[in-house]
């Protein structure tokens, strides 16, 4: 039994000195300290020792276990060290290595929707925004846009169930606004609006500005005035505008409204289609209908409202040949602004 023992304590022994891993060592664990390991079934075989043996043998057998035990956790602590060595190694980051030291750069829309902020601001405007889910309420009703009109054709709106829309212009809020704001109101909205429409030209995401200005005597010389200011600083000091007539339900008259292109100054070019001139608005003097739908005195207040596509005034500003380009994301294009 004592051979037996001293052959199994030098077996072990040599075995933890010989593994090299956290997991070899924990084997040789299970080998002989484990449930059925070696040792623990000595000692369960204790019952059939002579009753005058069994106190040599069991301290000799304790001996035994407290020594591969000790050796255990000795290497075990030793190559857990190791092992925290080699993986801190491999997961060290190298801090003199170059990075990519790219600064991000604002989105063109984002550009221009600032720039256009700051501009009507600078005219005594105030910024309001509103649900990009709307009720047809404010986005047709309360503008004059009757239940036939084809504006509402499914095939340019996009329906979130009868009553509700993904708001196909930002104009819903000068509703949401007359609604609950006498006048004097002086406001421009900017906003995402939807419309199932899809070319180089359209994108069903798409972004528009909102002006919208009520008050005692409001004319079409003073949307002149203000549309001329606006374009004179968004885009060049000699852009001259010029006002179409045209038709939309919640104004009247309507005017369609061109400027001189800013790529050729007026001369002509691919941009403008050699015309010198292009189409960024539509605006008029609110229908005194919509004033008094909303719980505005049309007898005593008068307004103008004008709305564009601030995606259109980008691609116009900065050459974009497709309005995909603004929502494609891609860097390259991107990190020229
Ligand atoms: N809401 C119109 C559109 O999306 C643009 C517009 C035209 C807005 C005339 C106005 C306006 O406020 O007076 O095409």
């Known amino acids: 039994m004592k051979e037996k023992l001293e052959k199994i304590k030098l077996q072990a022994l040599e075995e933890i000195s010989r593994a090299a891993t956290s997991e070899e060592l924990n084997a040789v664990r299970v080998k002989y300290l484990g449930k059925s390991g070696e040792i623990s079934l000595i000692m369960r075989d204790m019952a059939n020792v002579k009753k005058e043996d069994r106190p040599e043998m069991g301290k000799l057998v304790n001996e035994l276990r407290g020594c591969v035990e000790g050796e255990l956790v000795e290497k075990t602590k030793a190559v857990g060290e190791l092992e925290k060595q080699a993986r801190l190694k491999a997961e060290a980051i190298d801090v003199t290595l170059p990075t990519d030291k790219t600064a991000g750069t604002y989105h063109p829309l984002t550009l221009i ?123 060049s000091s000699d852009t001259k505008v010029r006002l179409r007539p045209s ?40 229908n005194p209908k919509v004033l008094d739908m909303c719980g505005i005195d049309s007898k005593k207040y008068s307004g103008f409202a004008f709305g ?30």
């Not at 005219?123 to 504006?151: A, W």
């Not at 499914?154 to 930002?170: E, G, N």
């Not at 800013?262 to 003097?285: F, N, P």
């Not at 691609?315 to 891609?330: A, Q, S, T, V």
Request: some cysteine; proline content about 5%.
């Open 113 to 235: 929707r600032r720039e256009l902020i700051d501009i009507f601001r600078s005219m005594g405007f105030s910024v309001d925004e509103g649900p990009e889910i709307e009720s047809d309420l404010f986005n047709f009703q309360l503008l004059n846009i009757p239940k036939d009109h084809p504006s509402r054709d499914m095939q340019d709106t996009f329906y979130v169930s009868d009553k509700v829309v993904l708001r196909t212009q930002t104009s819903a809020m000068q509703a949401r606004i007359m609604t609950k704001t006498q006048p004097p109101i002086r406001v421009v909205i900017p906003g995402k609006v939807y419309r199932s429409d899809d070319d180089a030209s359209h994108s069903p995401i798409f972004n528009q500005f909102e002006g919208l200005a009520v008050d005692e005597h409001i004319t079409m010389g003073d949307l002149q005035g203000c549309l001329t200011t606006f374009a004179q600083k968004i885009f």
């Open 247 to 286: 038709y939309f339900p919640f104004t009247e008259p309507s005017v369609e409204v061109d400027v001189t292109c800013s790529m050729c100054h007026g001369r002509g070019c691919r941009v403008c289609k050699g015309t010198g001139w292009v189409e960024i608005l539509g605006a008029g003097i609110v």
């Open 308 to 337: 564009f596509g601030i995606d259109r005034i980008a691609m116009i500003k900065f050459g974009i040949p497709n309005i995909k380009m603004l929502y494609e994301n891609d860097s390259r294009f991107l990190s020229q602004f």
